[in-house]
């Protein structure tokens, strides 16, 4: 099955500086890659997703890449807010292609911390 | 309602007790899911339901769980005789149709097996 790989585990920036996250997967089959951002006490928010048939996708201060050929994609932040401080976590799944291709699986997050 | 709702919010249980956990899927989501989030094991997708197709049962951990979903809303995730490897927040989540990903999780149940 799918395997997805996060790093880093924590990362810490000081407000108005970039953060970057970064994932691998394992499986070439995998066609969506999104993330989510976890605050406390609460659920995943999807922030972004991307799908394999672009490279990059933006939505205003986040970004995404994808390299398909290394199989790792990342997560971007420009110009950080004490707001973002929270878990993310990136994620792959197969959709479209039938049985079994809605299920996400998940790196194991990064904590960011902005520092103010 | 404007979110996926979730109850309880926390569960303590005894171990070897039953329990039963409530997911209410925004209006009209024909998919639902749940996963699972521990310290030692991430996010885990456990079952999903589609419509009235037969549910994917594939990743719950054991048949001690089981999962159903009424007339396509309500789904009910019930534990048998828990264990303290039980204890996590299962979070339910719902997408408008298969095929989209999921974009909406509830903020999910804090069990706690004593």
């Known amino acids: 099955g799918e395997n997805v790989e996060q790093h880093p585990s924590t990362l810490s920036v000081q407000e108005g500086d970039s953060a970057v996250i970064k994932c691998t997967y394992s499986?070439?089959?995998?066609?969506?890659f999104p993330w989510y951002k976890q605050e406390l006490g609460k659920g995943p928010q999807l922030i972004i997703d991307?799908?394999?048939?672009?490279g990059e996708k933006k939505d205003q201060r986040i970004a995404v890449t994808l390299n398909k050929t290394a199989k790792h994609f990342s997560l971007h932040i420009t110009e950080t807010q004490p707001e973002d401080s929270a878990v993310y976590f990136c994620a792959a799944s197969i959709l479209g292609s039938g049985a079994g291709s809605y299920q996400l699986t998940f790196g194991k997050g990064t904590k960011l911390s902005v520092i103010p | 309602g404007a979110g996926v709702s979730q109850s309880p919010s926390n569960k303590v249980t005894e171990k070897g007790k039953d329990v039963e956990l409530r997911c209410d899927p925004i209006s009209g989501h024909t998919a639902l899911y749940w996963y699972r989030q521990s310290l030692g094991q991430g996010l885990e997708f456990l079952i999903y339901f589609q419509g009235n197709s037969a549910p994917d049962k594939s990743g719950l951990p054991s048949d001690r769980f089981s999962a159903e979903r009424t007339g396509g809303s309500v789904s009910t995730l019930t534990i048998q005789r828990t264990q303290q490897e039980d204890s996590a927040v299962y979070l339910c989540?719902?997408?408008?149709?298969w095929g989209r990903g999921v974009d909406t999780f509830g903020s999910g149940t804090r069990l706690t097996v004593v």
């Open positions: 499986d070439s089959a995998s066609n969506y």
């Open positions: 989540a719902s997408s408008l149709e």
């Open positions: 991307i799908r394999s048939n672009v």
